[in-house]
């Protein structure tokens, strides 16, 4: 009998992991992701260094606030850590939804010239810059980790056109109003070049089947409005696009 109540203490459990704190949901502080200002670093051999400019997004509960500094990702084996990732003092700021806050910050660094790079193990090929910040809200902290294509300034790689990255619509469209607690088709429209990309779904109630796929079902909470966020990545490219939309429901 009582590994009877074991394993059902123990399903229980398990059952309330699940829908209590899952990725999608917006019940607690969330990084949504960062875009850069260029698709390649270009290490300089002579005049300005190349700046590259980032903006980081997550998002927050209504009240809360997010402090934010460099994290070094040692973990990494493959990349290459920018060693002078910069936090733009005073750049953080806030949108204010129904229940959360949509939070930027602006970080840059200098890409380093090639005789540095060679000291940090670069071989003059291509290879990825990697950058990362580390959010904390109060007693909860999410990292942000990034990477930048680096490549030589005569390389093919610099020369690719990736096309423009933009979230054009959702269905369901803006202004529509959903019922409550009700399940509907998710799906977006994306302008997107040649590269292949990441998805993410993010919403303030409810749950996404597959919070990765373009195409999938939101099963709706009870709440009076409800918000839905979609982030695109480009895999190579690194581009980075959001979109957020309110809904009424009833």
């Not at 902290?141 to 990255?165: H, M, N």
């Not at 019922?179 to 997107?192: G, M, N, P, R, Y």
């Amino acid at each position: 009998m009582k590994y009877r109540v074991l394993w059902l203490m123990l399903i229980w459990l398990s059952s309330c992991g699940e829908s209590s704190d899952r990725y999608e949901q917006l019940t607690k502080l969330r990084a949504l992701g960062a875009s850069s200002d260029t698709t390649v670093a270009v290490p300089s051999t002579e005049g300005s260094d190349q700046v590259v400019n980032l903006t980081v997004h997550a998002a927050v509960p209504k009240g809360a606030d997010i402090s934010a500094e460099v994290y070094l990702d040692a973990r990494s084996l493959y990349t290459i850590l920018v060693p002078d990732l910069e936090i733009v003092a005073g750049s953080e700021s806030y949108i204010d939804y129904e229940d959360f806050r949509h939070y930027t910050l602006a970080a840059r660094f200098t890409v380093p010239n090639e005789a540095t790079l060679k000291s940090l193990g670069w071989n003059g090929g291509s290879a990825l810059l990697r950058y990362g910040v580390k959010l904390t809200s109060g007693s909860e902290e999410e990292k942000i980790v990034g990477d930048v294509a680096l490549d030589a300034a005569d390389s093919e790689a610099v020369q690719v056109e990736w096309g423009s990255l933009q979230i054009t619509s959702f269905d369901p469209t803006e202004g529509s109003t959903l019922v409550k607690s009700s399940e509907i088709d998710l799906k977006a429209v994306v302008e997107t070049g040649s590269d292949k990309y990441k998805y993410g779904w993010f919403v303030t109630s409810g749950e996404v089947d597959n919070r990765r796929s373009l195409d999938t079902k939101w099963t709706l909470g009870d709440k009076t409005k409800q918000t839905l966020i979609l982030t695109v990545r480009g895999k190579v490219s690194k581009s980075f696009d959001i979109k957020i939309v309110e809904y009424e429901t009833q």
